[in-house]
């Protein structure tokens, strides 16, 4: 029972260097999101993809760049680094289905320190 | 835009006592979804309790009971009987009922069960 997986766990970048964060879910969802999680914050959305084929931009787009690669992967990219990205990412997809139990399920986590 | 509230940034309770979790939201929508998400030391995020719109009663699981009043946009957790593995940082987070929505989610309260 896989679920959401999310690679790396931890990563530790210099400022200016890229990165792709990879998520994958085996539960046939349709929606796909990238979180970013701050102390005091909550979990503010990066990007979403309600379907495979469709990518949209959610609180907090900026300095990020995303791929729905198929149904079952979602990857998060950072072109160029900043020390304000710091931060724990998160992975979660959905059924989103009408009508039907549409829960968020999350990847692991990724924590992403930037220096 | 959807907004939700979390005004309690840390919470205490005794071991054995009742505690009430405070989530509140701002919608326009008539229907949409309600979820109540524990995060423990460990980062993952598990759905705790969920709740339609559409539907009066008031879920329950377990020890794990939610106050929904629709009019005031409130959407409470009381814990009941706190265990030691109850500390964790509880999120509030809101879903319209639409397809590939976005969730929101409120910025957390921290409750620590004291033995």
């Known amino acids: 029972n896989a679920g959401v997986t999310q690679t790396p766990k931890f990563q530790v970048l210099k400022t200016g260097q890229s990165m792709t964060l990879q998520c994958a879910q085996d539960?046939?969802?349709?929606?796909m999101y990238w979180y970013r999680q701050d102390p005091g914050m909550g979990l503010r959305l990066i990007y979403y993809?309600?379907?495979?084929?469709?990518?949209d931009k959610g609180e907090v787009p900026n300095g990020y760049n995303v791929s729905r690669l198929n149904k079952r992967e979602f990857s998060l990219r950072l072109e160029s680094a900043a020390p304000s990205q710091t931060s724990v990412y998160f992975c979660?997809?959905?059924?989103?289905?009408?009508?039907?139990?549409?829960?968020?399920?999350f990847g692991q986590g990724t924590r992403l320190t930037v220096v | 835009a959807q907004t939700v509230t979390q005004s309690q940034p840390e919470m205490s309770v005794q071991e054995a006592e009742t505690v009430t979790l405070s989530c509140t939201y701002d919608?326009?929508?008539?229907?949409?979804?309600l979820f109540w998400y524990k995060q423990p030391p460990s980062r993952q995020m598990i759905l705790v309790i969920r709740?339609?719109?559409?539907?009066?009663q008031n879920a329950t699981e377990n020890r794990f009971s939610v106050n929904f009043q629709k009019a005031a946009k409130s959407f409470s957790l009381k814990i009941s009987d706190s265990q030691l593995g109850d500390t964790a940082m509880y999120f509030c987070?809101?879903?319209?009922?639409?397809?590939?929505?976005?969730?929101?989610f409120g910025t957390g309260t921290s409750l620590t069960v004291i033995p």
């Open positions: 979660a997809s959905s059924l989103s289905k009408q009508g039907m139990n549409t829960e968020a399920f």
């Open positions: 539960m046939n969802h349709n929606s």
């Open positions: 993809s309600a379907s495979e084929g469709t990518t």
């Open positions: 919608t326009s929508e008539n229907n949409y979804y």
């Open positions: 709740q339609e719109a559409y539907k009066q």
């Open positions: 987070a809101f879903m319209r009922s639409n397809t590939g929505n976005q969730f929101y």
